[in-house]
């Protein structure tokens, strides 16, 4: 099994950058394929990128595409969400996830380790 303990989250205003790290432990960090999913207030938990165990591979959701980049350090066992021009909407609680086959999806309940999350506020 592994953890997953994100930070990062702040409060920061729209067109600006933050970078949001997700440290692992436990069993070998490189054997998970790794996601960010973020929840807004009273709405459901979203898919925001994943990216394969190599990080030969990534996917994003539209909504962040070009905007967003998730890579990871197999070494310091950390995935990061660079995320630049925010906006208000990307206002969210942001949770990393970890997922034992190494095929990326977007539905949350395909991902078998949570971590608690970071609180991201964009201000307009």
């Known amino acids: 099994q592994v953890q997953l303990v994100e930070s990062g989250g702040e409060l920061v205003q729209a067109g600006g950058s933050l970078r949001l790290s997700c440290a692992a432990s436990?069993?070998?960090?490189?054997?998970?394929?790794m996601g960010w999913f973020r929840q807004a207030p009273g709405k459901e938990r979203e898919f925001v990128a994943a990216?394969?165990?190599?990080?030969?591979?990534?996917f994003y959701s539209d909504s962040v595409k070009g905007r967003f980049t998730i890579s990871r350090d197999n070494v310091k066992n950390t995935v990061y969400l660079q995320m630049n021009s925010l906006k208000p909407e990307d206002t969210a609680v942001y949770y990393c996830?970890?997922?034992?086959?190494?095929?990326?999806?977007?539905?949350?309940?395909?991902?078998?380790?949570w971590g608690q999350g970071t609180q991201v506020t964009v201000s307009s």
């Open positions: 436990g069993r070998t960090f490189g054997n998970y394929a």
């Open positions: 996830a970890a997922r034992d086959l190494n095929i990326l999806v977007v539905t949350t309940h395909d991902w078998d380790y």
């Open positions: 990216i394969t165990r190599s990080g030969s591979t990534t």
